[in-house]
């Protein structure tokens, strides 16, 4: 049964399924470009189950409870309107679980090259993806949540 989109789990969920269809689409070696992109939208579910909800100060004393990255960014793009989602979560990242923004930043450029420059793309790339997603799933799950810096 599918897990309601405003939930908690919901993030971890979509993070497994992406990475079982990435592991999936790596077995007959050749879906290179669709491996790196299932490995860069698993960790992007992973690295959002780990960050939310994510209680922010939005002005000196005033905090703000986001459920979800969508009520984040409804926000941040409020403020910052020539901002994407991609770029607003890179950020976040940043700020929130440095320990994985290269890698983040690292599997984002590998899927745009992937989709939107060249599809053609060998073992080396989809196994590098696939080691930033190990790496990504190994901090965002199996340590607590920490809330943000004040």
């Not at 969508?70 to 989602?85: A, C, G, I, Q, W």
């Amino acid at each position: 049964m599918a897990t309601s989109l405003g939930t908690k789990n919901y993030s971890i969920d979509h993070a497994k399924h992406n990475e079982s269809v990435c592991e999936y689409l790596d077995t007959p070696k050749d879906k290179h470009d669709w491996v790196i992109t299932t490995a860069f939208y698993s960790e992007l579910h992973y690295a959002r189950h780990k960050i939310f909800p994510y209680n922010m100060e939005i002005r000196p004393n005033k905090r703000e409870l986001f459920q979800t990255f969508d009520d984040y960014f409804s926000y941040y793009h409020s403020l910052y309107p020539n901002v994407n989602k991609h770029e607003a979560m890179k950020k976040l990242i940043r700020r929130e679980i440095q320990s994985i923004a290269d890698d983040y930043d690292h599997l984002f450029s590998m899927c745009h090259t992937a989709r939107y420059v060249d599809y053609n793309l060998g073992n080396r790339f989809s196994d590098s993806a696939k080691k930033s997603l190990a790496a990504i799933k190994n901090s965002c799950c199996t340590s607590e949540k920490t809330e943000p810096a004040n």
